[in-house]
């Protein structure tokens, strides 16, 4: 029995050693830790991860904005800011410029409120992909920047969204308004375009197939690269990184052309819990199971050790 606990304590051991001491640094060593803004869009991040040359420009930008969020917003007033920008942002919008743009209908309640202001200002800046453009009036949103200019304007049109877009979203919808419109996910049966429909007949489904490589194309073109599928996103990285790359992409990801969404932590948390239920659908069975497995197991265990025991006891 002694040799048998020895030969225990000796592979919980170095199973420690490798738990605590390898797999740490291995983790570390693949993905930096960077953290959190705390969901806070002041700009300081931006400014902190800026090029020498651009220091100035955002800190400029940022001040403008916190400026402006100090104002006094009136909804009633910001309704025909608003207006403008019902034109781009409705169901069934086009593809413009690469991306099509996001429907608002839940943006009081999922953006945060300087972000929305700094997305008004200068929506490449807002977004922290201002690296791309020479001059962000090339953004396809670029053109808000000349629609509404006054700082009290933008106040009051964030006032109005903040007011009257407030309704709360689900998890899908969250994630649908944040993500899907650059990302598929195979797994929730949604493309760029939105979730596939059922058709009857083949030529159906091949031509809606050819409209949504068509639009990833477009998608390809403005960011580079075709956006990640993200079935599997939510197993293979953990909350932290989720969060953070949320937050500021380019903090994971210095270059990237994926734009920061400026959401909540309600609205973070809503997305990542969307994007875990899809790619882990059997979780909810699998936890309910789990206790009976354990329990089999320490069942067995016993069973195993008492049996062991009678049969060593014939041999001595």
């Not at 969060?243 to 990801?253: A, V």
């Amino acid at each position: 029995m002694n040799k048998e606990i020895q030969i225990l304590l000796v592979v919980v051991f170095f199973t420690l050693v490798t738990y605590w001491g390898v797999e740490p640094f291995a983790h570390g060593a693949m993905h930096k830790h960077v953290d959190s803004m705390n969901y806070v869009y002041d700009g300081k991040a931006d400014i902190a991860g800026a090029e020498a040359d651009k220091v100035e420009a955002k800190k400029e930008f940022w001040g403008s904005v916190n400026k402006i969020a100090a104002l006094t917003g009136n909804a009633e007033a910001g309704a025909a800011g608003y207006a403008m920008c019902q034109g781009c942002h409705m169901k069934g919008a086009p593809n413009m410029g690469g991306v099509v743009p996001p429907v608002l209908d839940h943006a009081g309640s999922l953006y945060d409120k300087n972000y929305l202001i700094a997305l008004i200002k200068d929506p490449a800046m807002a977004m922290n992909t201002d690296h791309k453009y020479e001059d962000t009036m090339m953004h396809p949103m670029g053109s808000i920047k000349s629609m509404i200019t006054e700082d009290q304007a933008i106040a009051d049109t964030v006032a109005y969204v903040l007011a009257n877009l407030a309704a709360e979203a689900t998890p899908k919808e969250a994630y649908l308004e944040a993500c899907s419109r650059c990302h598929e996910n195979n797994y929730a049966n949604l493309t760029q375009l939105g979730e596939t429909p059922k058709f009857k007949y083949k030529k159906d489904t091949l031509a809606y197939r050819i409209k949504v490589l068509e639009e990833q194309d477009l998608i390809k073109a403005y960011m580079g690269k075709l956006p990640p599928d993200l079935s599997m996103l939510a197993l293979s990285r953990n909350h932290h990184f989720l969060e953070t790359f949320i937050e500021n992409p380019q903090s994971q990801l210095k270059g990237t052309s994926m734009p920061r969404v400026g959401l909540t932590k309600d609205g973070v948390d809503k997305v990542i819990s969307y994007m875990t239920s899809v790619a882990d659908k059997n979780a909810d069975a699998r936890n309910s199971l789990g206790w009976k497995v354990i329990l089999f197991f320490v069942i067995f265990t016993v069973l195993a050790y008492l049996w062991k025991k009678e049969v060593w006891s014939k041999l001595h």
